[in-house]
């Protein structure tokens, strides 16, 4: 990923001089959990000028210049639910690969699935294997393929509320998914799919597959060029997949870039029972004591799932300060038992440690930050017998400013604070669902959800209105994403063009674009 001249901000909606978010149910999701029932967010350019009742903020606006009163716009958030953007700091692009892995070439008969290489503990082998297929498929798509899916892809984080994002390596090229952020609008901490080693081929040790110097160089480039973004919503940091496809050289080159750039590093570990085995067969030793060895254990550590390890892992878990995030309503889906066979997630959380949520990804949309909060608070308090355990302000806190911590990015956004950057998620809280509910955040946990996101300000620009992103033609960009999907899966991936025809040219739910949706809307 050579560095470039980066685009500035056109082509994004413009930003008023000053914007006040009047009368909303106003949840800050700051240290203290403030709420303001009746409050408001007063916007100054790309900062929060001021948050609190209504009141309160009204005096703010007086303070203003007379060219920012002039161009002040007032948004009524009287029936609104007003939240800091979610921060996502675990994703993949995986829509590249929609059509193979059980995805849309599934029967629509559900009764004969039988359990996938993440379920029953893991398959491990499959696992590696499939991470190195991931890793291949990268190189081989095309750029103009990997812009039209990095853009689909990056929109529907957009129009599910995520204002900041964490790319954990993806079936994508850094550089597209890099483009796709700025061009939308978004916040993004870019990486790559770097991997040299696969598991599992039967002899015991791990089989290279790639240079790690390579692999280093790849991913040095990606730090450097998002280094020379001037937007502010661009960065990047080291990850890896899994600790089956990383040898101790890419370990510790990782290590390196991490600590030399100052940045989080992000990789799956503790994830799946069968883990622990397999990791050890292979390095002899288990997966948190291997990136203790390797230099990454450390506060720098976002450790992706991490649920099972032994005693002695969890005090050095513990000691190092690590980040933990995961995704709790992803896991039933996959068969993963993450969240609640050790329970140790939640334990770690009560001990200390850091602990966000994140959708992880998958080969269709996966659920969004909204159903990540209604599963963690869910969940949290059934595994502990106990509704008080992790309240719904909690499960905001950890879609937002403790993920925003996790990606070394929680002094710009991530609460609503004054001085923060101005990223806001707004959604109706005044239909049946919410009525005579003095807590609409546990209403919208309850029956509300991604499809609810009404308003997505970054940076005090309004990147989704009433449901629409004003500044990207939709229609053209599921289009583009089609065609990409379509070259790439007949180029690369085999699919037959018998099974093309059908899914793209005979579906009749494809041919409509959601005309029909619409329609019953109006």
Same mark, same amino acid.
């Given at each position: 990923?050579n560095?470039?001249?980066?685009p500035?901000?056109?082509g994004l909606p413009a930003?008023p @001089?000053?914007?006040? +978010?009047?009368g ?5 999701a700051?240290?203290?959990a403030?709420?303001?029932?009746t ?5 100054v350019?790309?900062? +929060?000028a ?16 007379p060219?920012?009163?002039?161009g002040l ?6 029936s609104m639910?007003v ?5 996502n700091n675990?994703?993949?692009d ?12 599934r ?7 039988e @359990?996938?290489f993440m379920a029953?503990?893991?398959?491990i082998?499959?696992?590696? $294997?499939g991470?190195?297929g991931f890793r291949?498929l990268v190189?081989?798509?095309e750029p103009?393929?990997?812009?039209a899916v990095?853009?689909y892809?990056l929109w ?7 204002t900041?994002?964490g790319?954990?390596?993806?079936? #994508?090229?850094?550089e597209?998914l890099?483009?796709a952020?700025?061009d939308l609008g +978004? ?5 790559a799919?770097?991997?040299d080693t ?8 791990p089989?290279?597959?790639r240079?790690?110097d390579?692999?280093?160089a790849?991913i040095?480039?990606v730090?450097?060029?998002?280094? $020379?973004?001037?937007t ?11 600790l ?5 050289e890419?370990?510790? %080159?990782?290590?390196r870039?991490s ?12 994830a799946?029972? #069968?883990?622990?085995e397999?990791?050890?067969t ?7 004591r291997?990136l ?8 720098r ?5 991490c649920a099972?390890?032994?005693p002695?892992?969890?005090?050095m878990?513990?000691?190092a300060?690590?980040? +933990?995030s995961?995704? @709790?309503?992803k ?14 997630i939640?334990d770690l ?11 992880? %990804?998958?080969v269709?949309p996966?659920m969004?930050m ?5 599963a963690?608070w ?5 595994l502990?017998?106990?509704?008080t355990?992790l309240p719904?302000s909690?499960?905001l806190?950890?879609a937002t400013?403790i ?6 990015w929680e002094?710009e ?16 809280v005044d239909d049946?669902?919410y009525l005579?509910n ?9 029956l509300g959800?991604?499809?609810d996101?009404?308003?997505v300000?970054?940076a005090?620009r309004?990147?989704?209105? #009433?449901?629409?992103?004003?500044h990207v ?8 994403y ?5 070259s ?7 699919i $037959?063009?018998k099974?093309l025809?059908a899914?793209?040219d ?7 674009? %959601?005309? $029909? ?6």
């Open positions: 990923m560095a470039a001249p980066l500035a901000d056109e930003r @001089p000053a914007l006040l +978010i009047h909303g149910h106003v949840c800050t700051d240290a203290a403030r709420v303001h029932p409050g408001s967010v007063l916007v350019g790309d900062r +929060i001021a948050v609190g009742p209504a009141e309160e903020v009204a005096q703010a606006v007086t303070a203003l210049t060219a920012q009163r002039a716009r007032t948004l009524d958030a009287g639910l939240m800091p953007g979610f921060v675990h994703w993949h995986l829509f590249a690969v929609r059509l193979p892995f059980k995805g849309a070439l029967p629509a008969d559900d009764r004969a699935d @359990p996938g029953l503990g893991g398959d082998a499959k696992v590696s $294997a991470f190195e291949r190189d081989a798509l103009d393929e990997a812009r990095a853009r892809a529907t984080q957009l129009r599910s509320g995520t900041t994002l790319d954990v390596g993806s079936v #994508n090229r850094p597209a890099a483009d952020a700025l +978004i916040r993004c901490s870019v990486s799919w770097v991997a696969v598991c599992g081929t039967g002899s015991g040790a089989e290279r597959t240079d790690a390579t692999e280093l790849w040095q480039g730090l450097d060029r998002c280094a $020379a973004d001037r502010g919503r661009l960065r990047a940091w080291p990850t890896a997949p899994y089956t496809n990383m040898s101790d890419l370990g510790r %080159g990782l290590a870039l600590t030399e750039y100052d940045v989080p590093f992000a990789t799956h570990v503790g799946l029972r #069968n883990e622990a397999a990791v050890r292979h390095f002899g030793t288990t997966p948190v291997r203790d060895r390797l230099g990454l254990l450390n506060d550590l976002m450790a992706v799932h099972f390890a032994d002695e892992e969890q005090r878990l513990l000691d300060g690590v980040h +933990i995961h995704s @709790p309503a896991y039933g889906p996959t068969g993963e038992s993450t969240l609640s066979e050790t329970g140790l939640p959380k009560r001990s200390g440690l850091d602990v966000s949520l994140s959708t992880d %990804g998958g269709f996966v969004g909204a159903e990540e909060m209604r963690a869910q969940m949290y308090n059934e502990a017998a106990d509704h355990t719904a909690e499960a806190a950890m400013r993920g925003a911590r996790g990606l070394g002094r956004v991530g609460s609503l604070e004054a001085g923060k950057q101005a990223d806001l998620v707004l959604v109706p049946w669902r005579l003095p807590r609409p955040l546990e209403g919208y946990l309850t959800g991604t499809a996101v009404h308003t300000l970054v005090g309004m990147l989704l209105e #009433n449901g629409r992103t004003p033609d939709e229609a053209a960009l599921r289009d583009a089609l065609d990409a999907l379509r790439f899966s007949a180029r690369v991936l085999g $037959a063009e099974e025809t899914l793209f005979d579906n009749a739910r494809l041919r409509t674009g %959601g005309t $029909a949706r619409a329609a019953h809307r109006a």
